[in-house]
């Protein structure tokens, strides 16, 4: 790897770090932010699409579908790009379907922590099932988070942000880590 491109990968990944800093101490307007990431992939997604056609196209092997496709995409980005209430549509959209995804969860959790108890009890084992109450808890907890976020959805906003925060972050730091890791280090 050339210097430049170590130097440029640092100067990067520093960025990386204080963006993924403020997205943790701004999780709100983070979290506003998702349905314009949604509209502006979308866009990218087009033009890759729109790509693909035109190689298919060179090839003999374009139909119709992957154009349609791309037009749909590009236009329904456009859409979101350029309308707030679409954006806000897709963030309270993502609040309850993360929401119900961890009441569901919770649920299954439950369940599986109450059949490994019967099992431990049905078959006097000594190993399967001692920790029944580990995944019973914790679905107990993952529904309770789960309905506190239907009906106080600003704590889900502010918990993903913080995760994508933390998690822009990590990625920064990795790729700081990376670069800066000396090419002579054997590899195992």
């Not at 374009?62 to 954006?87: E, H, K, P, R």
């Not at 099992?119 to 993952?142: A, E, Q, R």
């Not at 106080?152 to 918990?159: D, G």
Request: charged share 10%; with cysteine; hydrophobic share 55%.
């Amino acid at each position: 790897m050339s210097k430049f491109v170590k130097v440029l990968s640092v100067i990067f990944g520093i960025f990386m770090i204080v963006g993924g800093l403020i997205c943790m101490f701004t999780p709100g307007i983070t979290y506003l932010m998702i349905g314009y990431v949604v509209g502006l992939s979308m866009i990218f997604d087009s033009i890759g699409r729109f790509i693909n056609w035109g190689n298919a196209k060179k090839e003999g092997l374009a139909d119709g579908w992957m154009l349609t496709g791309a037009i749909l995409s590009a236009v329904f980005g456009f859409f979101i790009l350029n309308s707030y209430i679409l954006q806000l549509g897709i963030d309270a959209f993502i609040i309850y379907y993360i929401a119900i995804w961890l009441i569901c969860d919770g649920i299954i959790d439950i369940i599986r922590g109450w059949k490994i108890r019967r099992l431990h009890k049905i078959y006097d084992t000594k190993v399967l099932g001692t920790s029944w109450y580990l995944p019973f808890c914790v679905g107990i907890l993952m529904v309770i988070f789960g309905i506190f976020c239907c009906i106080y959805p600003i704590i889900m906003a502010a918990t993903i942000g913080v995760i994508i925060g933390i998690s822009i972050v990590i990625a920064g730091a990795s790729i700081i880590t990376f670069v800066t890791t000396p090419d002579n280090v054997p590899n195992k």
